[in-house]
């Protein structure tokens, strides 16, 4: 059975509004975080790492993208679980 979005809104109680809510800032964390992790990994091809104002740092292949992004990746693990 398939339900309008507009008719689930109009009938959905206070508990699944607020499920709702949380889903969707979990969405928006998920896509923050996977944004980072895969800027990181992108940063393969300049074999430069820039983080905001943290500064400049190498990455020259995999396994120095895997440690600029081991905080972000375990972060996005967490928020998926």
Do not use: W
């Not at 499920?19 to 393969?44: F, M």
Request: net charge negative; glycine share 8%.
């Amino acid at each position: 059975m398939t339900i309008l979005l507009e008719d689930f809104m109009r009938t959905a109680t206070d508990e699944q509004l607020e499920l709702l809510h949380n889903l969707s800032e979990t969405a928006e964390q998920e896509q923050i975080l996977a944004n980072r992790v895969n800027a990181i990994y992108g940063s393969l091809k300049s074999r430069v790492h820039t983080s905001g104002s943290i500064g400049v740092g190498f990455c020259e292949d995999e396994d120095d993208a895997r440690v600029i992004s081991a905080g972000p990746t375990h972060e996005l693990k967490r928020v998926r679980g």
